[in-house]
């Protein structure tokens, strides 16, 4: 049986959030700013809208990649997007976007997935805590990444 994984990350730009929307969800460009992010194929659409779907491969500072796909159930632009992920990440991910404070746009990912690889639901219940962690640092990398394009 998997284990179910609950992450919640914020980030903080000081930009439009119309320019926040347009680059944190521009993932084609994402292997090529974004370290972890290995490969990333749009299958269709534009990974955006309703229906598109995007198959992406990433690796962490452990010693594995996840590769999944994502589909896009629900979209309103500049305000929240829905995708429902399968692969090695079997669950659903949305992106919530506001302005928090005049000039200043926010961007949650809520990220519940369960691991579909053995290995990994094996080792779940010892580590857990370094899975998390190993998420948490991939989204560190990805806001250190995308807030030179978005605030520059």
């Known amino acids: ?33 974004w370290k972890n992010f290995r490969r990333v194929k749009v ?44 692969g090695s990440l079997v669950g659903t991910g949305r992106w919530a976007f506001s302005e928090s404070e005049p000039g200043v746009s926010k961007a949650v990912y809520y990220w519940d997935v369960a691991t579909t690889n053995p290995i990994l639901n094996l080792l779940a219940p010892l580590a857990k805590g370094a899975l998390a962690r190993n998420h948490d640092q991939v989204m560190a990398n990805g806001y250190a990444a995308l807030r030179p394009h978005i605030e520059g």
Do not use: N
């Open 1 to 33: 049986m998997s284990d179910q994984y609950h992450f919640v990350t914020e980030w903080r730009f000081r930009a439009p959030l119309e320019r926040v929307w347009s680059i944190v969800l521009d993932l084609e460009r994402y292997p090529g700013r």
């Open 43 to 86: 299958i269709s659409g534009d990974g955006r809208s309703v229906g598109s779907m995007v198959e992406c491969t990433v690796r962490g500072s452990l010693p594995y990649s996840l590769t999944y796909t994502i589909e896009v159930v629900e979209s309103e632009k500049y305000r929240h997007i829905l995708v429902r992920s399968t």
